[in-house]
Structures are given as C-alpha cells and as structure tokens.
Nanobody, 126 residues
C-alpha cells in the first residue's frame, strides 16, 4: 500500500518558480517509480514528468522540458517537482503518482501508475 500527499501548490506570477513535494508512506518508497501529472479545467490529465526507482532516469513532457525538474529523496520518502519560468498555461491541478517499478524505466502513461495523491492546485497569473 502506497499513500501520497502533495504540497507546495499556490499562486505565482508568470516567470516565477514553485516547488511541489509529494510525501509517500511506507518503507519501500525506493522500489517505486514516481510521476507528476496535471489536469486543467476542460482538459484531460496529461503527463508532466517521471523518475525511476533510483532517480537515475527521468522523462519530461515537451511542454515543460528545460523548465521543470523532477527529483527524489528516497531517504525522506519524497519526490519533488521544481517548476521554473512558469507560464499561465501551466495552471492545473498537479497530482503525484506511483507504481512499483524497481529496475524499470520511468513511463509517461497514467495507466502505468496505480497510486495517486489528492492533487495540489497551481495557478500562474499573467
């Protein structure tokens, strides 16, 4: 069983930065691949970033590449999403996701993740 709780969302001006955190329960956090997804009003949930179990491999959506950075601290059972140069189109509810994936590459499909947090709102004003 994996439980995820996101934090760090809020209101920021365009060009600003925000760091999201996702705290996970349990003792086997290091065995899970982690991902960040987002969903804006009227749009489907989309992939943002993912990281493998060890943190040695990452993937990003083209829309955030170069601006966002995903990282994890297995000792703290936490995954982060550092968001820089934020744009109004980044406004969405951001959700943390996890799935058992030790030894596998990070994946981009929401169907590859079994556990989800409640989400945290990110609003970027122009």
């Amino acid at each position: 069983q994996m439980q995820l709780v996101e934090s760090g969302g809020g209101l920021v001006q365009a060009g600003g930065s925000l760091r999201l955190s996702c705290a996970a329960s349990g003792r086997t956090f290091s065995a899970y691949k982690m991902g960040w997804f987002r969903q804006a009003p009227g749009k489907e949930r989309e992939f943002v970033a993912a990281i493998n179990w060890s943190g040695g491999s990452t993937r990003y959506a083209d829309s955030v590449k170069g601006r966002f950075t995903i990282s994890r601290d297995n000792a703290k059972n936490t995954v982060y999403l550092q968001m820089n140069s934020l744009k109004p189109e980044d406004t969405a509810v951001y959700s943390c996701a996890a799935d058992y994936g030790m030894g596998t590459a990070p994946t981009t499909s929401r169907y590859d993740y079994a556990y989800w947090g409640q989400g945290t709102q990110v609003t970027v004003s122009s």
